[in-house]
């Protein structure tokens, strides 16, 4: 994954709490925690660099990390190809250019996720839907994801919808 993934180190701040200090990107970033204890939610956040897959590299994160419930709380960057699922589709549509990314939300789990996205172009056009495998980036995506330690995230069918939908399970 190209040394996509933040150094942790910790520190102590002068409010007793928890500082974790990530070298991003040649960068510090300074998060607080206010607990140490191993069900304690944790965040990861990743840089993507030029030229790599979105839902490539969130599927290593989560597999990497054995992620069994996670969401998607911040993303900010650029892409230059756009693989989106349009409402009420079946096919991806694809995009190319130079796009903002404004909005990424959704979840993650090992082996699967759900996420939409909305991107706007340069004239501030903005598109959403359901991603696809396919998304660039341009010049960089910070992500932010925080995990669920007391839950389990999985699919099932459901007969309403005609959908594998999500169910939450507590560990």
């Known amino acids: 994954m190209h040394d996509t993934f933040a150094t942790v180190s ?9 500082s974790f200090a990530l070298v991003l990107a040649g960068a510090w970033l300074a998060l607080t925690s206010c607990a140490s204890s191993p069900a304690t939610p944790q965040t990861f ?3 993507l660099k030029p030229g790599q897959e979105l839902v490539t590299e969130l599927r290593a994160l ?14 900010v960057g650029s892409l230059t190809d756009v693989s989106l699922r349009l409402a009420n589709k079946e096919e991806t549509t694809r995009y190319s250019g130079h796009f903002e990314v404004v909005s990424l939300s959704g ?11 909305a991107v706007s172009d340069g004239e501030g056009r903005t598109i959403g839907g359901h991603v ?3 998304n660039r980036v341009y010049t960089t995506l910070v992500i932010a994801v925080q995990e669920h330690p007391h839950l389990i ?3 099932e069918f459901d007969p309403q919808s005609g959908y594998d939908e ?3 399970e507590r560990r």
């Open 132 to 134: 696809m495998e396919g």
């Open 153 to 155: 995230y999985r699919r």
């Open 107 to 117: 979840y993650l789990a090992a082996g699967e996720f759900h996420l939409h996205m």
């Open 62 to 75: 989560a597999q990497r990390d054995q992620l069994r419930a996670a969401s998607v709380v911040s993303a």
């Open 166 to 168: 999500l169910v939450v």
């Open 10 to 18: 910790r520190a102590r701040s002068r409010a007793g709490r928890r």
């Open 45 to 47: 956040v990743v840089r």
